[in-house]
């Protein structure tokens, strides 16, 4: 989808659905608001929706902001003590190391 | 053809011709030098709560080669890390004892050549496997902190093939090798010149053998079960339990629909253990470990089997049964005895009672057995045996049963006072059940072992044939006397056959492989899978669920049993007819079993009934729900699944310098070509006909 063949009101909905779907435990959604609209949001000159649209965004960066930081606390947490949790280690794999633990 | 399809194809000529004129070679053989002769590699094993023994990375160790024969060779290499980096060292085996935890524990070698030469002896210093005090963890006694437990005279307390190694090990012991590795690649290459470190190129070598499990058994065993392929097929094979059988036979045998059943204390237990092992998988040949005791239990089992219906008969009158058990597994944790006293006290053992069958045997327990005596390492040159007991039973009320049949043995105790300790033997599992079964141990050592080499690769060709041969007949006609005794209160009409043992040792010991002399060629006659069955292996092995694999020294001492205890029947004339007895079921006390007369020299076949039998040897550890795996209770060893790529290539190592040389030069080429890109996009417009479409269409092409 071009942003530049979208109505402005067009594009303020977008970014709010996108809002809205990513409270979903959804942060790519997020990811996706961030990116695609900052350009709108904060680059472009001023236009009747961009103040609702950089509150979106913003939202949106803010909520990324999070899930990245509990995704990179997790995974750092997991990887530095899975041979130590043992069984629920395992438990919590898909896969196995083959040679080591 | 036109110009150019000519011009394509002369080209296509020439590439393909130049290899075959060249005499070209891969690349990869121009480099690395495959020693492929070894097959003996260290392998991992895991229990409950370890793993030990060696590992490499998939791809292989890689180091500069290191030949050790002092402490000054492993300092050198300490000193030297930052020049080299990484090592492989060659230590001739004489020495891998003394230098085996060094080995192990220094980071900077990644990799150990173990060079056996077979011509020469290892020395007196002598290698063993197993640990100071062996199986330590299962034995009765390892409550008992404050005790000193080191029977086993080994450099390295642990155990080498217990210690977690985590580098590839690699036994050779093919000559022109050695010398390849010792002359060719370490004196021209490596060997420091007045001291110096050589300059590059140096020899190195890359090792190769990767083993899939990892961490400990139950991680394995778990992941094994846990693991979901993508599709349906594949599976995550990672370890292996340890697994086969014990060979036991009860003379005379029981019959509950005779009303033939034990008794209490009615029964004596005649007992050797069948297996050793090694880090290495197929050097396990186990001499004075275990075949001295099994050639001695042989003996005894031919001398009674001669006069089989004398002394059932006699036995029967007194009530009174012998069993012959011939035990698998015993050096790794006791996993038959474990197992065969885990069936007696689940009433399994030898068999279930069935309501199908009508003349079945009795279910032997503990508290029938009335004399336990273990044959364990007999026969070192010219030493003297002695009987060992606990020393808490000794002490206790059972001593006059003790010593009456120490008496007909005429041995004499290595130590009679009441903190005697048993030696590490299938006797102290029972003990373990049930603390006031008589018996003792014979072996040829007092307070520590004779065995240099006990559980080791190098268990071999270390006995003196005359004085061993004459020291486990003297051993089985004692054991026998005091058997015959026991059981049946005689022992006149009995004679070891001294000859029979001459035999046994010759083929078990003298001989390279296990089918080389007349009795064990006729033994292996109707074995599957002769290839493996001639190797002379005792350990226990995993086992899938084909007969044809499992271990040879079980099979072998099967069909021996059989021919000295069982009786030739003589209606039956076919190997179909003889199995086909055994598939009836009618009775659960013979086993019927086709084979020749191993002491005659005819090919006639015979189908032989005999109480001999095969009861499980797998751990408890396996069966029992929800088993704790670090409790040490019984043995949990399971063995690592290997990758198949294993691999020893040597190769010469350039200076690290030339690393750079070829990177700038890689640099150089980029960045001349990327200039060249550049200039032929920008002058292109000359070069190319600015007129396109003007050969399209050209008649004459």
């Given at each position: 989808m071009?942003?530049?063949?979208?109505?402005?009101?067009?594009k303020l909905f977008l970014c709010k659905r996108y809002f809205y779907w990513g409270l979903a435990l959804l942060p790519f959604l997020w990811l996706v608001n961030v990116v695609w609209f900052f350009k709108q949001a904060f680059i472009r000159p001023p236009f009747p929706q961009q103040n609702l649209i950089k509150n979106y965004v913003i939202y949106s960066g803010i909520g990324l902001g999070l899930w990245t930081v509990l995704f990179v606390t997790w995974q750092v947490v997991f990887q530095t003590n899975r041979v130590a949790?043992?069984?629920s280690g395992d438990y919590l794999s898909f896969v196995f190391p083959k040679g080591y633990a | 053809m036109t110009h150019s399809?000519?011009?394509i194809y002369l080209i296509a000529i020439c590439v393909v011709l130049v290899p075959v004129l060249t005499n070209g070679q891969r690349v990869a053989d121009q480099i690395y030098m495959k020693l492929d002769s070894s097959t003996s590699q260290c392998f991992r094993l895991l229990n409950g709560t370890h793993q030990v023994g060696c590992q490499s990375k998939e791809n292989g160790n890689t180091g500069i080669i290191y030949l050790v024969e002092s402490s000054a060779e492993l300092d050198a290499i300490n000193q030297d890390s930052g020049n080299y980096g990484e090592y492989i060292v060659a230590i001739d085996a004489r020495h891998f004892d003394e230098f085996a935890s060094a080995l192990q524990r220094m980071p900077s070698i990644v990799g150990v050549l173990l060079m056996q030469r077979n011509s020469e002896p290892l020395g007196s210093s002598g290698i063993s496997e197993d640990a100071a005090c062996p199986n330590e963890r299962t034995s009765m006694y390892s409550e008992d902190a404050a005790h000193k437990c080191d029977w086993n005279p080994t450099q390295t307390a642990a155990g080498v093939r217990f210690l977690d190694w985590t580098k590839p090990i690699f036994l050779i012991d093919n000559a022109t090798e050695i010398d390849i590795i010792v002359k060719s690649c370490w004196e021209t290459f490596n060997k420091p010149v007045d001291g110096m470190a050589r300059e590059f190129p140096v020899c190195a070598a890359t090792l190769t053998q990767f083993m899939t499990a990892a961490k400990d058994a139950p991680t394995c065993l778990r992941r094994q079960e846990m693991f979901a392929g993508l599709s349906g097929d594949t599976t995550l094979h990672l370890c292996d339990p340890l697994i086969d059988e014990n060979i036991i036979a009860f003379l005379p045998p029981t019959n509950k629909t005779a009303k033939q059943m034990f008794e209490h204390e009615s029964v004596f237990v005649l007992t050797a253990r069948m297996?050793?092992?090694?880090m290495f998988s197929d050097r396990t040949p186990g001499e004075e470990s275990a075949i001295s005791g099994v050639i001695t239990l042989l003996a005894v089992a031919n001398a009674i089997g001669q006069k089989r219906e004398q002394f059932s008969s006699a036995a029967r009158q007194r009530k009174h049964y012998l069993l012959f058990a011939l035990l698998h597994g015993e050096s790794l944790d006791y996993i038959g005895s474990s197992r065969m006293l885990y069936d007696m006290n689940q009433t399994k053992f030898p068999v279930e009672a069935s309501s199908s069958v009508k003349d079945q045997v009795d279910q032997l327990t503990i508290d029938h057995i009335g004399f336990v005596l273990e044959l364990n390492q007999i026969g070192s040159s010219g030493g003297e045996h002695f009987a060992h007991v606990d020393g808490t039973v000794y002490s206790g009320i059972k001593r006059e049963k003790i010593d009456t049949v120490l008496k007909d043995t005429g041995f004499s105790l290595a130590d009679d006072s009441n903190t005697s300790r048993l030696p590490p033997a299938s006797y102290q599992q029972f003990l373990k059940h049930s603390h006031s079964i008589p018996g003792f141990?014979?072996?040829?050592?007092?307070?520590k072992f004779n065995n240099k080499y006990y559980n080791s690769f190098a268990d071999s060709d270390n006995l003196d044939a005359a004085k061993a041969i004459d020291a486990i007949t003297k051993v089985a006609e004692s054991s026998l006397?005091?058997?015959?005794n026991w059981v049946a209160n005689e022992s006149t009409g009995y004679t070891i056959d001294r000859d029979y043992i001459k035999d046994l040792y010759d083929c078990f010991i003298t001989k390279k492989f296990w089918d080389e002399c007349e009795i064990l060629k006729r033994a292996t006659t109707y074995l599957e899978n002769k290839a493996i069955v001639r190797q002379k292996t005792t350990y226990i092995g995993t086992q899938g669920s084909m007969e044809a694999r499992s271990s040879p020294i079980k099979r072998i001492a099967n069909v021996l049993m059989v021919?000295?205890?069982?009786?030739?029947?003589?209606?039956?004339?076919t190997k179909e007819q003889c199995g086909h007895l055994s598939g009836l079921k009618k009775n659960n006390m013979y086993s019927y079993f086709w084979q020749l007369d191993l002491l005659q020299s005819d090919n006639a076949s015979y189908c032989y009934q005999s109480t001999v039998m095969q009861t499980p040897a797998?751990?408890?550890?396996?069966?029992?729900?929800?088993?704790?795996?670090?409790s040490g209770k019984y043995s949990t060893w399971v063995e690592s699944v290997w990758a198949p790529s294993v691999s020893l290539k040597l190769f010469l190592r350039p200076p690290p310098r030339y690393s750079l040389w070829i990177f700038l030069t890689a640099m150089v080429v980029l960045l001349v070509s990327m200039a060249i890109c550049l200039l032929l996009h920008r002058i292109s417009p000359l070069l190319i006909d600015a007129h396109p479409g003007a050969d399209i269409g050209d008649p004459s092409l």
């Open positions: 071009d942003l530049k063949k979208v109505s402005d009101d067009e949790w043992g069984a | 399809n000519f011009r297996d050793s092992f090694s141990v014979i072996g040829d050592y007092k307070t006397k005091a058997v015959t021919g000295s205890l069982g009786e030739k029947l003589p209606n039956v004339d797998q751990s408890p550890a396996f069966l029992i729900e929800d088993y704790d795996m670090t």
